[in-house]
């Protein structure tokens, strides 16, 4: 540990989330001139260390012999201003080395709140913001995860943006640096050499132009080698792609303190608000022989009482009636929790209660979207009401008492109608549970509901939505609190101001990089934590740059406006999205992908079809 930092240690909030050296955290000799690589999750210990992306790429790149991989986390304010007063900068967590001495500096884009931690931490490491400003001797600041597939509001701040899933791309990278590094290239040969890897994104190599009414004009190369179109990368075989078994304990409480088993990527249900069910397309599944055989080492590696198993819908996996038996017979006699998050109330089964029941009970969360049938046809969520009332029923019929709901508001077209509509499936899922026989049912009803606010995102079908006011966020609000009248039922939402923000930086250009700038110099950081976000300071970033933030969250955009990420391939074709848009106008659902192809252009990468 840094000698400096020991000094101060025990002045700070959870000092454990400062000193590394946890179980099975890999330290290295770094006498053997290693690429050393910080790996920066743009918020707290215990947000990060939840992150399943975090541990896979901390295990793959240290088990390269060249490479070690160092974690390093934003500090929560009374340690920043600690390192600030004592001259310490951000580091790594193994070595206690700044990072501005490590070769590369990557982040996850989880959330665009998270940016402005982004430039505090180069701030803090002694990281030029600008990557125009940074020499010779820097690191290269790398981005990926969801939202860099519109990184332009913070472009101007990266060197490489990776686009994809990473465990083959980021190797790749290695390889080339490795062969860059002791060349005497400069830092804009070793960009130019990145740039002719599928995947990779030099926002330094495009130019954009804009229209007088502030829309984008274009976006094009400057140079011949870089790509007109970037196009995102994917893993083909999931069995055989790194998989961490052998990942860090932490000395402290962690938000999800636990096994986490991924059971297939992406989604072919086409929920028409979801980013991550379009660019994660298409689906690929792990076998179960292949989950049960990393549970079984993980359980050997970590000690931990519970195993989550992880997707975008972990009711869709094909063979998920093979896995729980076979992780039952190695669980059960461990006393061994199965979590099965993100299922889905038109496939909850009897069978599936079971098993999740079999060693703890997990609570039961279900997400219906919206409060009508007819919405929910807008946004194809394709589950109906008595999907729900038959999932409840077999729910308290099994002993739970408590089911949480989850819903947006906001999306488009919805009436009060809709809003009040949450209320009416509380009440069917309270009507549900006095059904249920008193000797069947446990005591104590409790159904929450939470309301996020919708935010238009890049590549869906909505991408062109406006999102609605902050003014109309809360009477939405307001109007459903009065509405869940009954003792037995909480409600909880999101903060309107948060998620406007959201939405400004979601469907962004590079112009916010002025914004985010004039926000950090405010003191804006932790913007997803309501007792840091400061609203008033990103507002005078606003103004003092003279950018209206409702023309990137409130507006409208047509459907054949250049949009500022338009340069980047997902796989999932602008005339599949326009094609959804126009049906949710009309209130048309589509198939989800298991049940027949809808042409969405994922299907095919590389000329090999993954789908079907």
């Known amino acids: 540990m840094n000698n400096k930092v020991e000094k101060f240690l025990l002045k700070v909030q959870k000092p454990s989330r400062y000193t590394g050296g946890e179980y099975n955290s890999i330290v290295k000799d770094n006498k053997e001139n290693l690429i050393r690589f910080a790996f920066c999750f743009p918020d707290t210990y215990e947000v990060g260390m939840s992150h399943l992306g975090m541990r896979i790429l901390y295990g793959m790149y240290n088990e390269r012999p060249d490479t070690w991989c160092e974690r390093v986390f934003a500090p929560w304010e009374d340690m ?18 700044p990072i501005c001495d490590f070769d590369f500096v990557g982040f996850t884009l989880q959330y665009e709140m998270s940016y402005s931690n982004i430039l505090n931490m180069l701030e803090l490491g002694g990281i030029p913001l600008l990557a125009s400003e940074r020499g010779e001797d820097m690191p290269f600041v790398v981005v990926g995860g969801p939202c860099a597939y519109n990184c332009e509001p913070i472009a101007d701040f990266v060197d490489l943006v990776l686009l994809g899933e990473g465990e083959e791309l980021n190797s790749e990278i290695l390889d080339l640096y490795a062969q860059w590094k002791n060349s005497g290239k400069s830092r804009h040969e070793f960009l130019v050499m990145a740039c002719a890897i599928e995947g990779v994104y030099v926002p330094s190599f495009y130019d954009v132009e804009y229209n007088e009414d502030n829309t984008v004009k274009s976006i094009t190369p400057k140079y011949d080698f870089a790509p007109r179109s970037v196009r995102k990368r994917i893993v083909e075989d999931l069995d055989k792609v790194y998989y961490p078994t052998n990942v860090i304990v932490p000395s402290t409480e962690i938000v999800h303190d636990r096994m986490i088993l991924e059971l297939f990527r992406g989604c072919g249900r086409g929920c028409r608000f979801c980013q991550a069910g379009m660019v994660y397309r298409p689906i690929r599944e792990k076998s179960a022989e292949t989950l049960i055989k990393q549970a079984q080492e993980l359980i050997e590696s970590t000690g931990y009482e519970e195993i989550a198993l992880t997707s975008l819908s972990t009711s869709d996996y094909t063979q998920l009636k093979e896995l729980c038996d076979g992780l039952l017979k190695i669980t059960e006699e461990k006393k061994i929790g199965l979590s099965l998050p993100s299922l889905r109330v038109d496939n909850f089964s009897v069978e599936l209660m079971h098993k999740i029941q079999k060693v703890r009970k997990s609570g039961l969360t279900f997400a219906p979207e919206a409060g009508t049938q007819r919405l929910r046809d807008v946004i194809n969520k394709n589950i109906y009401e008595e999907d729900l009332r038959r999932s409840v029923s077999l729910a308290f019929g099994g002993g739970w008492s408590g089911v949480k709901l989850y819903f947006m508001i906001g999306l488009p077209t919805e009436t009060d109608e809709d809003i009040v509509g949450i209320a009416s499936l509380a009440q069917l899922v309270g009507d549900e549970y006095f059904k249920t026989p008193k000797e069947q049912r446990n005591r104590g009803l409790s159904v929450t509901v939470s309301t996020s606010t919708f935010v238009p995102k890049p590549f869906t079908p909505f991408q062109w939505e406006p999102q609605i006011p902050q003014t109309e966020t809360v009477r939405r609000q307001e109007l459903l609190k009065k509405a869940l009248n009954q003792k037995w039922t909480r409600y909880n939402w999101h903060d309107s101001k948060t998620s406007y923000l959201e939405g400004v930086f979601a469907r962004g250009d590079r112009r916010l990089s002025k914004v985010l700038i004039a926000a950090h110099n405010n003191g804006c950081k932790f913007d997803g934590w309501s007792d840091l976000f400061n609203y008033d300071g990103w507002m005078s970033a606003f103004e003092q740059e003279g950018i209206d933030p409702d023309f990137y969250a409130l507006r409208r955009r047509e459907l054949d406006e250049v949009l500022p990420w338009d340069h980047i391939d997902v796989g999932v074709t602008k005339d599949f999205l326009k094609s959804e848009w ?16 809808s042409g969405c252009g994922a299907m095919s990468f590389e000329g090999s079809v993954f789908c079907g």
């Open 80 to 97: 920043e201003l600690l390192m600030r007063e004592n001259d310490v900068k951000l580091y790594g967590l193994e070595s206690g080395d």
């Open 582 to 597: 126009e049906k949710a106008q009309k209130g048309e659902t589509t198939v989800q992908c298991r049940e027949g192809c």
